[in-house]
């Protein structure tokens, strides 16, 4: 879904407002899928409302001005205003825009989004997640696709997540398990995982204490792809499925496993640097 936050290039300060010529946009309702803007003549009078819903594939505005404009006045303020807000970038590549225009009467008019080249992050994103899934699908029988381009497989007694993301406009892919959940966070196990990481060569253990859980992870660049991935996706799944009875034994919880892959669950959680999926 995109949402009015999400687009680029929003009318700038003085809030709210824009300014092409004599009229302007001010805008008087904002949700988290759609706007209202008045169009306003010269300093404060209203002429016209627009009200714009935005989809995951698709734009509807309607827009309402008094009866007796004319056909050119409406073609040219329904391109203003879907230049101004940027409406071809939220309907996405070859999404659609639809207006309905009221003067008195209803009409309605439609327009596809042209098409938008993937800027080179999007493609760098793209050949990861192929070369991704290819070192997966040489590895493992079964796969799972999640959304936001993460993949989960089991090993052993661990399930071990591999993300893709771009981060400061290079791509990352983590590599993580969630070895055990519902852990004490008062305890001596911050200490002990401390100790771990001093002897480990690759990945390293974090305690989530909001969440009460255990990672063990690690982050590679796209370029390392080739000759690290396959490497580290082993490693961190010995590793993980090397400590979580331990951890479990002598600080309580569960393994993560025992809750029965919650991918879910995991999914649930934001972020990257220090979060879930």
Excluded at 92 to 109: K, L, N, Q, R, Y
Excluded at 195 to 215: C, E, H, M, P, Q
Aim: charged share 25%; net charge negative.
């Amino acid at each position: 879904m995109t949402s009015p936050t999400d687009i680029p290039g929003q009318p700038p300060a003085p809030a709210d407002e824009a300014e092409p010529g004599p009229l302007s946009l001010r805008r008087v309702l904002r949700t988290p899928s759609a706007e209202t803007w008045e169009v306003v003549a010269g300093e404060a009078d209203r002429v016209g409302l627009v009200t714009v819903q935005y989809g995951p594939d698709a734009v509807e505005g309607v827009l309402c001005l008094p009866e007796g404009a004319d056909a050119e006045a409406v073609r040219g303020i329904l391109a203003w205003v879907t230049d101004l807000l940027v409406l071809d970038a939220a309907a996405g590549p070859g999404g659609m825009i639809h207006w309905v225009a009221t003067t008195g009467s209803v009409e309605d008019f439609w327009r596809r989004s042209p098409g938008r080249r993937p800027s080179g992050a999007q493609l760098d994103v793209a050949a990861a997640k192929a070369r991704v899934e290819q070192v997966l699908a040489s590895m493992f029988e079964k796969v799972e696709a999640l959304p936001e381009d993460v993949y989960a497989v089991d090993m052993g007694s661990v399930r071990v997540f591999v993300g893709i993301r771009n981060v400061s406009d290079a791509v990352m892919v983590r590599v993580f398990s969630l070895t055990n959940v519902d852990v004490p966070v008062d305890g001596d196990l911050p200490r002990h995982l401390l100790a771990l990481n001093f002897g480990i060569a690759l990945g390293r253990f974090s305690l989530d204490v909001a969440n009460k859980t255990v990672w063990f992870d690690h982050m590679i660049g796209a370029d390392e792809l080739d000759e690290a991935l396959a490497r580290t996706i082993a490693n961190v799944a010995a590793t993980a499925d090397k400590f979580d009875d331990e951890i479990k034994s002598r600080f309580g919880g569960r393994t993560f496993r025992e809750e029965g892959s919650p991918v879910g669950a995991a999914q649930a959680q934001p972020g990257m640097a220090g979060g879930y999926l």
